[in-house]
């Protein structure tokens, strides 16, 4: 290891803060939107650098993202490697880290520094699990020094001390304390896992390392004095005593492994019909010619855990601004529903969920939140216009890399079917018609029994459902011009085979006066026109009146 020098005049920073450049190959545009959470100037100019445009806006402000950004871990893998050179006199730690002391070996530790990819999912205020995907890797640092006992050669026994060896023996990963992965000596370590078990399984992730060190010990005893008292013979020892310590941190995650299921149609016009549904929380899902997108948009910050190093030696501490910059995705709701796009495209029929109070972010996060109840959903129904019916359903998680992709003929298949809704006369008076409904499959003719199934029939107003014949007849009070029914179908995932609504309208036998007032309502555009054609032939003389001149 390389030496470092220990400067103690060092000071601690007013405030610590995020880099001012970019770095580990992460592109400009999105470098300055990376650092939510920290010092934000003003937006008019005043106080902004001059830098391009983007730079400036992740000066001002905090910028979220539509899905969890690839750059966080882009930054931690090359952010992790900054830790800072180290020797055998020195031990580099984060403040918050759990230091342990032996005889020899002094300010242990293992710290997590990221497990990704994850996404802390702040769904409350009392729940905000940090989701891992299935496969990942823990990065994390660990250090210590060694105290090396000062040489004793006073007397007739003399002691002589030097440090032989010492080194980062293992590194560990275990999973619910089993152990996962086992790796070389590291001052950090990155170390892959799987998780087993169900998606939505609560895992305690733990760093260990074991750390060794062995000395020389060697003792001078003197056996024989002359007569001035001096030693004349020295007889030695030499010994190698050794130290293990083996320290661990952990984190508490939880498995995010998003898997769909639900119900497929065709319309009969060649629409898509699709009902999704999933397993934990979720971005959307896509279709042919849009998309559904959920509640969810996301920022990334940096751990302020890691804004300091403190630097132990024998002269004591000292703490500095840390090379360390460790970021972390988080997910917050900003919608209160999911929305569809484009809405030409993409219609929602239904959300299947549970209404949500929304969290609030960190003080120092300044993004726009919810203040209103949204809704946690785990089920969406849409129809979307297409010509082409998916041979895969995508979704997109919360932790970036996590998708669901699953064949369409997976899904459960209903039928969709148009429906054929007729309206009769049965009987009318000055006062009240009699109608009858009649309902059927328009490709069969099967009747359309609505008191069996979701879906009713609407008659002028009022609910009715139709009976084992596909039909209903009622009474209303006779209303001017004429009578309108419809159809209004169930769900068809919930009630296959489907159907789509339809219509029809009825025009009623009116009174004398009625009969009278139609006959006007027509006969005084089809007068005026006749008198138009009459004025027309005076003047041109075509020779057009009466219109009938030819007949």
């Known amino acids: 290891m390389t030496a470092v020098l220990v400067a ?20 400009e545009e999105t470098f300055h939107k990376l650092w939510s959470g920290d010092q934000d100037g003003a937006t008019d100019g005043a106080n902004l650098s001059n830098g391009s445009a983007v730079e400036q806006l992740g000066e001002g402000t905090d910028v979220p993202f539509d899905s969890p950004p690839e750059a966080v871990e882009q930054w931690n893998r090359g952010d992790h490697q900054e830790f800072p050179a180290t020797n055998s006199s020195v031990s580099i730690h984060p403040p918050d880290a759990d230091l342990s002391s032996g005889r020899f070996i002094k300010e242990a530790y293992a710290e997590v520094f990221a497990a990704q990819p994850s996404t802390r ?22 250090d210590y020094r060694v105290a090396v006992p000062r040489d004793d050669t006073s007397g007739d026994r003399r002691v002589y001390w030097s440090l032989e060896s010492h080194q980062v023996e293992e590194t560990k990963l275990l999973v619910d304390g089993d152990e996962e992965t086992t790796a070389g000596g590291s001052h950090t370590p990155a170390l892959s896992y799987t998780l087993d078990g169900y998606a939505g399984e609560e895992h305690r992730l733990t760093l260990q390392a074991n750390i060794s060190v062995r000395l020389r010990k060697e003792v001078e005893v003197c056996t024989v004095h002359n007569d001035e008292g001096d030693c004349t013979n020295w007889e030695s020892s030499v010994s190698y005593p050794t130290e293990n310590v083996s320290v661990t941190d952990s984190i508490e995650v939880t498995k995010y492994n998003l898997a769909v299921s639900g119900f497929i149609a065709e319309y009969p016009n060649g629409d898509l019909g699709l009902v999704v549904y999933k ?29 300091t190093l403190v630097y132990s030696s024998d002269d004591g501490e000292r703490t500095a601004h840390s090379p360390l910059h460790p970021l972390q995705v988080n997910a917050y709701p900003i919608e209160t529903g999911p929305t569809p796009s484009p809405r030409r495209n993409v219609t929602i029929l239904d959300v299947y969920g549970t209404s949500t109070s ?31 019916q998916p041979e895969t359903v995508r979704a997109w998680g919360l932790v970036r890399g996590v998708e669901a992709k699953r064949p369409a003929d997976e899904f459960a298949r209903i039928q969709i079917y148009e429906s054929d809704l007729t309206l009769e006369v049965v009987n009318q008076t000055e006062d009240s018609v009699t109608v009858r409904v009649t309902l059927q499959n328009a490709d069969t003719g099967a009747p359309i029994n609505t008191d069996e199934r979701d879906g009713y029939v609407v ?30 179908p169930g769900h068809w995932w919930l009630n296959p085979p489907g159907y789509t609504g339809d219509s029809d309208t009825v025009l009623l036998q009116g009174t004398v006066l009625q009969i009278l007032s139609m006959l006007f309502r027509i006969g005084v555009p089809v007068s005026l026109f006749l008198l138009a054609v009459f004025f027309v032939d005076r003047i041109t003389g075509w020779r057009i009146w009466p219109p009938w001149r030819s007949l």
């Not at 999912?121 to 890797?137: I, M, W």
């Not at 089920?379 to 010509?387: E, K, L, P, S």
């Open 358 to 388: 929304p969290p609030t972010l960190p003080s120092d996060v300044h993004l726009d939140i919810l203040t209103e109840p949204y809704t946690a959903s785990y089920g969406i129904a849409t129809r979307a216009t297409t010509d082409e």
């Open 459 to 488: 008659v002028d107003g009022q609910r009715l459902n139709t009976t084992g014949n596909g039909t209903v007849t009622t009474t209303l009070e006779r209303p001017p011009g004429g009578v309108s029914a419809r159809y209004e």
């Open 8 to 27: 103690s005049t060092a000071v601690v920073p007013v405030g610590a803060h995020p880099p001012n450049s970019t770095d580990h190959g992460v592109p």
């Open 279 to 307: 397993n934990q929380p979720w971005l959307g899902y896509q279709l042919p010619n849009g998309d559904v997108r959920g509640v969810w948009r996301f920022y990334s910050a940096r751990d302020k855990d890691w804004d």
């Open 121 to 142: 999912a702040r769904l409350s205020s009392s729940r905000q699990p940090l989701y891992v995907a299935p496969n990942g890797t823990l990065r994390g640092t660990v």
